[in-house]
């Protein structure tokens, strides 16, 4: 398998003044990753562990206040790799919606409410391929729409029109008419009924099967990294302190934060109370020293709030940052 993203020490912060005081919110603090083609990658954590911002670093699009201070994130490009930070505009418009794409949160931000998505789609097609009459490339978009299975007459509708389940399989569609290699997407489903998410969820399944690329799926809910993940990271605090496929996750969890995901998740028959991590999440702008899930971890030693842990590979493919694992090997990773 072949690398289509890969982060290498990335460090992004919202940089804020606030009463005339600069402050700096660590919301991507030394995250590495490499994400392999034709896969779903789930990067599971709580509200505000910085899941969203490192997506937009991954679309290379930091955008004031969030800055990007360290590290590279790599695009393939036939056989080597390019760090999109580096790129310059058109460089990157030109892999945006080709090579990668990005679903945001809550679908109504990426249509105009008071045109038709008709008009939408137009536009963007319009600004990515060339030498077509509208005629064809509405017959484009309909031909994308047919195939996904939704009905081509919903390019007639106005945003409202949708219920947001629909509103977000038709952003979904749009995302993709390009046959991207990556797709980010966020939060894809928050704010759906069951039904809905099911719907939402299937969608991307099929598309990933359809296009053999890979999807970034973020979302705090780990039912759904379940179902449709096929590899895993837990992001905790602005840093990725697990990683494993989703099956190795779900069986044998290593970091203690990574058990309180799974233990809060209901199971059928199973009536004992849920236990979910004690305390809060930590604040970025002072991050805990050492580990930072230390004042919550009931396993937690004199080193854990001293010292950062090594992200070390525990077993094949499993990696993990805590002190309970990795023995010897830490120190010799980075
Ligand atoms: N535009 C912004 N300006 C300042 N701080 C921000 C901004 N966007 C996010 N943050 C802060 O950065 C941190 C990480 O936020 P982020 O949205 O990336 O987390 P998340 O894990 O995606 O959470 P959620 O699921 O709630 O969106 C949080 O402390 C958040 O308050």
């Known amino acids: 398998m072949k690398t289509v993203l890969k982060a290498e020490n990335l460090r992004a912060f919202y940089v804020l003044q606030v009463a005339g005081r600069k402050k700096v919110i660590q919301a991507v603090n030394g995250v590495n990753l490499d994400i392999q083609e034709d896969q779903v990658y789930g990067i599971a954590g709580e509200s505000g562990c910085g899941k969203t911002t490192l997506l937009k670093v991954l679309f290379a699009k930091a955008d004031p206040p969030l800055q990007i201070f360290e590290g590279a994130v790599y695009y393939r490009e036939n056989d080597s790799l390019l760090n999109a930070i580096e790129l310059d505009s058109e460089q990157m418009r030109k892999l945006r919606w080709t090579y990668i794409s990005y679903i945001p949160q809550g679908s109504m931000s990426v249509f105009n409410p ?9 536009d963007f097609l319009q600004s990515h391929v060339q030498n077509r009459v509208k005629k064809e490339l509405l017959a484009l978009a309909e031909e994308h729409l047919r195939k996904l299975g939704l009905y081509p007459r919903l390019l007639d509708a106005y945003p409202h029109q949708l219920s947001g389940g629909m509103r977000q399989r038709v952003s979904i569609a749009l ?8 797709i980010l997407a966020d939060e894809p489903t928050t704010a759906l009924d069951v039904v809905a998410q ?10 990933q099967k359809q296009l053999k690329n890979t999807i970034v799926l973020v979302t705090h809910d780990m ?7 096929t590899h895993m990271v837990i992001m905790y605090a602005g840093k990725i302190v697990e990683e494993a496929s989703t099956e190795e996750m779900f069986t044998n969890p290593f970091h203690p934060y990574t ?29 805990p020293p050492g580990c930072a899930f230390h004042p919550r971890c009931p396993e937690a030693t004199e080193l854990c709030s001293s010292k950062q842990p090594d992200f070390v590979e525990v077993s094949a493919g499993h990696k993990v940052a805590c002190w309970l694992y990795g023995g010897a090997n830490h120190g010799t990773f980075t």
């Open 114 to 122: 008071v045109k038709k998505i008709k008009s939408t789609f137009l």
């Open 175 to 182: 995302a993709t008419l390009l046959s991207p290699r990556v």
């Open 198 to 207: 099911r719907a939402v969820l299937q969608l991307l399944q099929e598309i």
């Open 223 to 229: 039912g759904i990294h379940a179902n449709i993940a």
């Open 259 to 287: 058990r309180y995901l799974i233990n809060s998740l209901p199971r059928i028959g199973d009536k004992r109370v849920r236990e979910s991590a004690p305390g809060n999440p930590p604040s970025l702008v002072d991050p």
